[in-house]
Every structure is written in C-alpha cells, then in structure tokens.
C-alpha cells in the first residue's frame, strides 16, 4: 500500500500542534479549540508530518483543548487512524470532554478509537498489551 504524502513543517504547524516525545509514546496535543472546516486540513496536515516522524512509536493524540470538531473533523481523525494502522502505530484519543465523548458515542467511533482517559493512562495500558 503506498504511503501517503507527508505534508511539509511551517508556522502552521506549530501553531495548530504541539508535539512531546515520551520515552513510551510521542502526545500530539492539539491546540485548535475548534476544527471545523476552514482549519481541519492543516490539522490533519500537521498531525500527519508529527506522526510520520515518530514512526512506530505510539502516538497519544490529546484533544483536552479541543471543544468542537466537525463532522469533517471526524473524517481526518479517521484518516489518521488508517495512516498509524498502515504504520502499525497504535493511537490512542485522550483528554476528551463529556461532548467529544459523547459525539463518539453517537457516531459509534468510541468503538473505533482507543479513547483513554489521559497519557498516564495510555502508557499503564501499553505495559500490560
């Protein structure tokens, strides 16, 4: 399966995303309050090239900031959910607010995601995998 394209790092990049590497996993944390459709292929543009660089370490994608996604939102994170599977790159959603779970409850992607509570969550689940 061929790769996807790796966007290239700008300002952008670092105004949309942080990125912090752990020695068991590398958090995404997004800064973007809002990812509606005037910002959501930069998002996924950013979060592509950060994880393409951490390649195969697992990546904690931290949405604690996050109060809104689009529907288009959901599409991009399903797409980066397919660009870590194609990695064998577990990824983990973590820091969502009784909202986003709730919208993953409805749209029933909490049962296609790895939603976690928060980071030190993720790497106890790691330990015991």
Do not use: W
Request: a negative charge; glycine letters at 2%.
């Amino acid at each position: 399966m061929k790769e996807p394209p790796v966007p290239q790092k700008n300002d952008a990049f670092n105004a949309l995303i942080n990125v912090e590497q752990h020695p068991e996993v590398v958090v995404v944390r997004i800064k973007a309050e809002k990812i509606e459709e005037y910002n959501v292929q930069e998002v996924q543009d950013a979060m592509s090239l950060a994880i393409a660089e951490v390649s195969p370490k697992p990546v904690v994608l931290e949405l604690s900031g996050v109060i809104f996604l689009q529907s288009l939102a959901l599409g991009a994170l399903l797409r980066i959910l397919t660009e870590c599977r194609t990695r064998e790159q577990p990824l983990f959603l973590v820091g969502l607010n009784s909202d986003l779970k709730e919208l993953f409850r409805v749209t029933r992607l909490n049962q296609v995601f790895r939603i976690v509570a928060d980071v030190p969550a993720v790497i106890e689940l790691l330990r015991v995998l």
